[in-house]
Every structure is written in C-alpha cells, then in structure tokens.
C-alpha cells in the first residue's frame, strides 16, 4: 500500500520535488517522512530510481520556516501521562477543566478523550502574544459564564511561556472561591518563565524558542498541524 502510495505521489510531483519541503500539501507523506533526514524511497524497479531526499522536511508559514520538533505521538502520550496524574487526584469528585483558548482547544479535545471519571469542560480566551513575541498585556477576550464556588478548577494550557498569562489567570480566579486551583500545562519553557505561580502538572519542558502546531499559531497559521515545529534558527 504504502509502496504504490509513494509511487504514485512521486509519479505527480517529481517535476516539483522543491515543493517536498511545503509538506502541509503531503500530510500523509508527512508522517512518514518526520525525523528522517535522509529517505530512500525505491520507487520502482523498472525505473530502477532511488530518490535521496537529503533536505531536511520543513514548513513554512508567513516569512518563517519551521521544522520538525516534536511528534504527534508524543504529545498524545504527554497528554495521556496528565490526564492520568489529574483523575489519580481528582477521580472522586467533578473538576472543571478551563481550556485558555485560542491554543488550548487541541489539548482540551485530547485531555477530555483521556479523562474516564466525571468532569465538566468550559473554556476562556485569553491573549498576550503578538507574532512570535510575548506582551507583559495580558487581555481576557471571553470570560467565564458561570459559578464555580467549591468547585476545583483545573486550568488547561497547551504552552506556559513567560507565565504571564497565569499570572492573570491566578488572579481572576482569586474573585471565584473555588475549592482547588490547579494548572496542567502540555508544554512549558523553563527558561522563559518569570512567575512565581507553581505549575501543578506538565507535559513536556521545551527550550525557549517559538513553536507551532497543535493548536498554537504563528500569527494565526499553523494551530491545525498534529505534531509541533520549531523556529528554524
Ligand atoms: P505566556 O503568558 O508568556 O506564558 O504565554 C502564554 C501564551 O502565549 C500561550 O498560551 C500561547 O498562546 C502563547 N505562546 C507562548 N509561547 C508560544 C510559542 O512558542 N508558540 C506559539 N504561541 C506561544
Ligand atoms: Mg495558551
């Protein structure tokens, strides 16, 4: 399957093999080709061709170029690992999970399918980055709708970066007497974080450099991608 599948992409698109690095056009191919450097692919004997695809598989989005950085496997383990760390804690009662929209909402999707024990979902939108750079101003777009005193809240981030946001986060959810306050984040960036506020449950401690994909933009591009790629330096 896989053979003629090859084949037949390469059979379309040899004349255009510069194109191989844009591949948000080949998502299928994609996944075979994320973290090879080199891939031989034998196309056919009777063309007797051996493609060497030394370029390294790159995206691009606007102006920037981003690579391969980390799977869409891995991120499903990382997410499985918090959600099992969350319900060893909370399985005996109802948390409310509060996705921070826009880049939380492939988390939040992921997180719930994990989470076998009662629970509630509801989301707010919050913003502080503009391009690839973070803002001190962190503005609040949507707000909570409802009351969630006694509850326990579980905040639900797909990046922590300078902490800003939850610093903001912490603050407004001072106001709501709620029971338990706890932060799971997927990723976190050790060496950007500015804030005292304890992260309670984290996915995957990155390097501080900008990242997209599952979920998070690049000025408003690239939240559709299943795995994350790194700015290329
Ligand atoms: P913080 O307030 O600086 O911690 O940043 C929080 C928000 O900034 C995240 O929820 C993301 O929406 C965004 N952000 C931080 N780092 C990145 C990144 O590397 N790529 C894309 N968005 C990011
Ligand atoms: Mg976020």
């Known amino acids: 399957m896989l053979f003629y599948f090859l084949r037949n992409f390469l059979k379309g698109s040899i004349k255009s093999c510069c194109n191989l690095n844009f ?66 804690d909370f399985a005996d009662e109802t948390p409310i999970f509060i996705g921070v929209l826009n880049g939380a909402f492939m988390v939040v999707a992921d997180f719930m399918r994990h989470y076998k024990s009662p629970c509630e979902v509801s989301f707010i939108k919050m913003a502080s980055y503009e391009g690839t750079t973070s803002t001190n101003d962190v503005k609040q777009l949507i707000g909570l709708d409802q009351d969630l005193t006694g509850r326990t809240v579980v905040i639900i981030e797909d990046i922590v970066d300078t902490g800003n946001t939850l610093l903001a986060l912490k603050e407004l959810f001072k106001k709501q007497n709620v029971a338990h306050f706890k932060i799971a984040t997927l990723f976190f960036k050790p060496e950007a974080y500015k804030q005292e506020v304890k992260i309670d449950y984290v996915g995957i401690r990155i390097p501080d450099k900008f990242i997209v994909g599952f979920g998070l933009d690049y000025d408003g591009l690239g939240r559709n991608l299943p795995e994350v790629y790194q700015l290329k330096d």
Not at 24 to 53: A, D, G, M, R
Request: net charge neutral; hydrophobic share 55%.
């Open 23 to 88: 591949i948000s056009i080949f998502p299928k191919v994609l996944n075979i080709l994320l973290y090879q450097k080199t891939v031989f692919l034998n196309v056919e004997k009777s063309l007797s061709l051996q493609i060497i695809l030394k370029t390294k598989i790159m995206i691009q989005l606007h102006d920037k170029e981003f690579v391969p950085f980390i799977s869409a496997q891995e991120i499903d383990f990382a997410i499985a690992k918090i959600a099992a760390l969350v319900e060893d």
